[in-house]
């Protein structure tokens, strides 16, 4: 089955600066990738996600890439704000109609 | 706010207790997903539902079980619990539940911890 591959599992940036995390995937036949945020005591909420039939997509701050050749998407986050602090989670879909997640990246903004 | 609600939002209990967690999908959303998330954890799939019946199935232990009811709210129910099943579980619920494409919505969780 799919498998998903997250790293960094814990990066700290400078407040200004740009934040990246970086998934890969097993299973060529995923065609979808959202992106998760979590803060502290919520749930996750989507801030981005992108289709196998793209290779970029962007929302003010936030952009993901994918390369399907080499199985793996990516998550930008420009001009961090403190605001931007949680845990992501990339995932993707799976053969079997299951989105499978990785496990995470918590991030931090210094000030 | 997703339009998912989980209740109830904390839970303590003993080990060999059961336990049951509610979900409400948002409205309009036919199928449910539950997942467990430990601590440093990432979110591990449980199982979901399609209008009423099981579509799919994850790492979903023999002690638990899930349904799904008509007016399409879900209850996944935990029993002879063990102090390795604290966790947050979380619902969340899409549209279709075709899973290619679909973007699932989470509630906010809710907080087991057994004694």
């Known amino acids: ?28 036949a995923s065609n979808y990738f959202p992106w998760y945020k979590q803060e502290l005591g919520k749930g996750p909420q989507l801030i981005i996600d992108i289709r196998s039939n793209v290779g970029e997509k962007k929302d003010q701050r936030i952009a993901v890439t994918l390369n399907k050749t080499a199985k ?23 053969r079997d109609d299951k989105i499978i997640f990785g496990k995470g990246t918590r991030l931090h903004i210094l000030p | 706010d997703s339009g998912v609600t989980q209740t109830p939002k904390h ?19 036919l199928s449910v997903y539950w997942y467990q998330q430990s601590l440093d954890q990432g979110l591990q799939f449980l199982i979901q539902y399609y209008n009423g019946e099981e579509r799919a199935k994850g790492n979903i232990l023999e002690r638990f079980s899930a349904q799904q009811f008509p007016d399409l709210h879900s209850e996944l129910n935990l029993s002879s619990l063990e102090l390795g099943d604290s966790a947050l579980y979380f619902c969340a619920s899409s549209v279709a539940g075709s899973g290619e494409g679909e973007t699932q919505y989470f509630g906010p969780g809710t907080r087991l911890l057994v004694l």
């Open chain 1, 1 to 28: 089955g799919e498998n998903v591959e997250q790293h960094p599992s814990t990066l700290s940036v400078q407040e200004g600066d740009s934040a990246v995390i970086k998934c890969t995937y097993s299973d060529s």
């Open chain 1, 72 to 94: 793996h998407f990516s998550l930008h986050i420009t001009e961090t704000q403190p605001e931007d602090s949680a845990v992501y989670f990339c995932a993707a879909s799976s």
């Open chain 2, 11 to 29: 839970l303590i209990t003993a080990t060999g207790q059961r336990v049951t967690l509610r979900c409400s999908p948002r409205s309009g959303d």
